[in-house]
């Protein structure tokens, strides 16, 4: 079974890129937009997963990052520029602040530096809602363009789908190369024992700074892609709970693992829309659904997983220790 193992995988990932480029095609514009939604929050949750699950990291503020992301969008957007240049400046602003917001990690660890970002998160609302001449302040920002790429119009529903899943494919690779690459290496020694990885010669403090900032500049991703999404923007989306929610996605997803940010986003995008016929009731069964499963599994859906398969592998190592035996007692 294992000589099908990779290839069966190969089919599987294959299978469900070609389901999310060809079902949308007969959805309605709210469900476009749900799909659109879970794309740019798989994003966004990519950019935490980064920072907490590889790293080790704690951060209340990724929600910050992507109302970073998406004030930097609309302001351009709306100014007649380009969203390919509003995405590279939510880039290098989200890493520019998050390298600097890493700094508090250099001294400050687990519950403290939580309580670091999350004052940092409530500084970024208040500027959002307070810097009327900026950021529009309670009244936001409105008629949000949406791009054309390569000529081709994105204002109806779903060629902007395709723009956000285009997006979360790019995205998805550039973690899956940095996370296989040494400083993923690096990321995660820093996450199992710091003062081990600097013995052996890791740069910890570097790579703590990079970890915020790599996550940051994610998060300024999914912002920028959130603005012409929605094409209105104001205070209110990018609150304390909106890192909540993202913190939610990464831990219920499975902290440390890849998948872990797309499974977290859809049980969180897509599941209280499964649970609306429920009517009144769907957010108590949702938040009781995931209560359950964090007791169940405090490692999210994928840790279940992972237990199962080391579990298997275990059987199987067992297994091949005991032919092995008996067949060194028939020998003797």
């Known amino acids: 079974m294992s000589g099908f193992a990779k290839p069966l995988k190969i089919a599987l990932g294959l299978a469900v890129i070609a389901a999310l480029i060809i079902v949308p095609m007969n959805f309605n514009r709210y469900g476009l937009f749900i799909l659109s939604q879970w794309a740019v929050m798989s994003i966004a949750a990519m950019g935490l997963n980064l920072t907490l699950g590889y790293a080790g990291q704690v951060s209340l503020a990724q929600g910050a990052f992507v109302g970073i992301g998406a004030y930097a969008a609309a302001i351009m957007t709306t100014h007649g520029w380009p969203l390919p240049a509003a995405i590279l400046v939510a880039i290098a602003l989200s890493f520019a602040i998050g390298w600097v917001l890493g700094y508090p990690a250099l001294r400050v660890q687990h519950h403290y530096l939580a309580f670091v970002t999350l004052a940092f998160s409530t500084l970024a609302f208040l500027v959002f809602r307070n810097e009327s001449w900026l950021t529009g302040g309670i009244y936001g920002i409105s008629n949000i363009p949406r791009p054309h790429i390569l000529g081709l119009a994105t204002n109806k529903p779903l060629p902007f789908y395709y723009v956000c899943l285009g997006s979360l494919a790019i995205a998805s690779l550039a973690v899956w190369w940095l996370i296989r690459s040494p400083w993923g290496r690096a990321f995660m020694a820093l996450r199992e024992n710091p003062l081990r990885a600097q013995s052996l010669g890791v740069d910890t403090r570097r790579y703590t700074l990079m970890a915020f900032a790599i996550g940051s ?97 275990t059987k199987a190592a067992s297994a091949l220790r005991a032919v092995a035996k008996s067949r060194l007692e028939t020998v003797q």
């Open 217 to 313: 500049a994610l998060g300024g991703v999914a912002g920028a892609l959130y603005a012409p999404l929605t094409q209105y923007i104001d205070p209110v989306p990018f609150n304390l709970s909106l890192s909540l929610d993202l913190l939610m996605m990464v831990i219920v997803g499975g902290a440390g693992f890849y998948f872990g940010p797309f499974l977290g986003a859809m049980i969180a995008v897509l599941l209280p829309e499964w649970l609306r016929f429920t009517e009144g009731y769907y957010l108590m069964l949702y938040a009781v659904a995931v209560m359950l499963l964090l007791i169940w599994s405090p490692t999210g859906i994928l840790g279940i997983l992972d237990r199962y398969l080391a579990e298997r592998r």
